[in-house]
């Protein structure tokens, strides 16, 4: 066992069990020995990769989809460009790269980053130190400036939010929890708990359900945002369009899932992003989209015309491209898993999701 998975078995063993959230917090967090804290790995050597690392088409689409959101918000003279989990910044990179094709929106915009990697800051830093906006980096969503509408973009950042895990037992409600096994090791267990008023009464007995309390207080946050200042916020992620129960809980190490309970803090934690969840947390203030796929998303914005002409400027990648475009959208890569939606304020329509239902 490493040393966060010696700190979490002795606090167990002192105060008991943790729920699955805390445990995703810890590993993922935890100032010592956290995933994210010290040694985030993204990219093709690391432990995933992301769309904005498969092809710089997805932060191209994203930034031009920004500019037209700000046209169609009436281009405020001054407006906040928001990233949240910005990874090393490739996305904003060319985002930017893209949005210089309006002069105006970059002289509006006022970037920030919201980060709570050091190392992954560094890296965010040397990503944008060319880039025609410098950013600020906050903590927290509640940290944004609150004095200009805002325009905010998230790629997978719904997933790291820590989840909690319910199963209806023939003896009633448990919460599943990470205690400790008969060799003294961090092992799965359960223990009884108040059915959250978001899971069905009738769940079939030893199926586990998710309650995202954290994704949904983020679409609660946004949604409240956006009505008070106006813009619109961008979501994309892979998770569910429809509630649902399922164990999503997983360790990625090597591009390879792994133990989630193997090497605390060594291996990336994910959860499905649960669409439904958070936007009907954000319709308590604003308004939202509808949940498109990945593929057909990036597709209304034009990726396929996007890829026709990057091929044709560059004939010796066009197979590259090609494989890059096959990867974001086809059904059997990210195109159907990986989801998009947005919250937007009153009367807004953003490009992408004109007519979609």
């Known amino acids: 066992m490493n040393r966060l998975g010696e700190r979490l078995a002795a606090e167990i063993a002192a105060n008991g069990p943790i729920s699955v959230a805390d445990y995703m917090q810890r590993c993922l967090h935890d100032p010592q020995d956290g995933y994210y804290a010290t040694r985030p790995a993204?990219?093709?050597d690391g432990d995933f990769i992301t769309a904005p690392m498969v092809s710089q088409m997805f932060g191209e689409l994203i930034g031009l989809w920004a500019v037209e959101t700000w046209?169609?918000?009436?281009?405020?003279?001054s407006f906040v460009l928001v990233e949240l989990g910005p990874g090393e910044g490739a996305l904003m990179s060319d985002l930017l790269r893209a949005a210089r094709l309006d002069p105006a929106f970059v002289a509006a915009a006022r970037l920030y980053l919201v980060e709570t990697s050091e190392p992954l800051i560094e890296r965010?830093?040397?990503a944008l130190n060319n880039a025609p906006l410098s950013p600020t980096w906050v903590s927290r969503v509640q940290d944004l400036r609150a004095d200009a509408p805002i325009i905010l973009v998230a790629n997978e950042f719904l997933d790291c939010l820590p989840a909690r895990q319910f199963v209806r037992t023939d003896r009633g409600w448990a919460e599943r929890c990470v205690g400790l096994g008969d060799d003294d090791g961090l092992a799965f267990g359960l223990r009884p708990a108040v059915k959250p008023p978001s899971l069905p009464d009738d769940a079939d007995i030893?199926?586990?359900w998710?309650?995202?309390?954290?994704?949904?207080a983020l679409g609660a946050e946004l949604g409240e945002r956006i009505a008070q200042q106006g813009g619109a916020a961008l979501l994309i992620d892979y998770g569910r369009d429809a509630p649902g129960p399922g164990d999503t809980l997983q360790a990625l190490s090597k591009h390879q899932k792994v133990d989630p309970l193997a090497d605390p803090g060594v291996a990336d934690l994910t959860v499905w992003a649960d669409f439904p969840a958070v936007l009907a947390a954000a319709r308590k203030h604003a308004q939202t989209t509808a949940i498109l796929s990945q593929g057909s998303f990036l597709q209304?914005?034009?990726v396929r015309?996007?890829?026709a002409a990057l091929s044709k400027a560059r004939p010796d990648r066009a197979e590259t491209i090609q494989r890059q475009l096959a990867r974001l959208t086809k059904a059997n890569e990210m195109g159907t898993l990986f989801k998009a939606c947005a919250?937007?304020?009153p009367g807004l329509t953003l490009p992408g999701f004109e007519d979609a239902a």
């Open 210 to 216: 998710e309650c995202v309390d954290a994704q949904a």
């Open 300 to 302: 209304r914005l034009g």
């Open 71 to 77: 046209r169609r918000m009436g281009s405020p003279s």
């Open 343 to 345: 919250v937007h304020a």
């Open 42 to 44: 993204l990219g093709a």
């Open 206 to 208: 030893d199926v586990v």
């Open 305 to 307: 015309e996007r890829a």
């Open 124 to 126: 965010q830093r040397l």
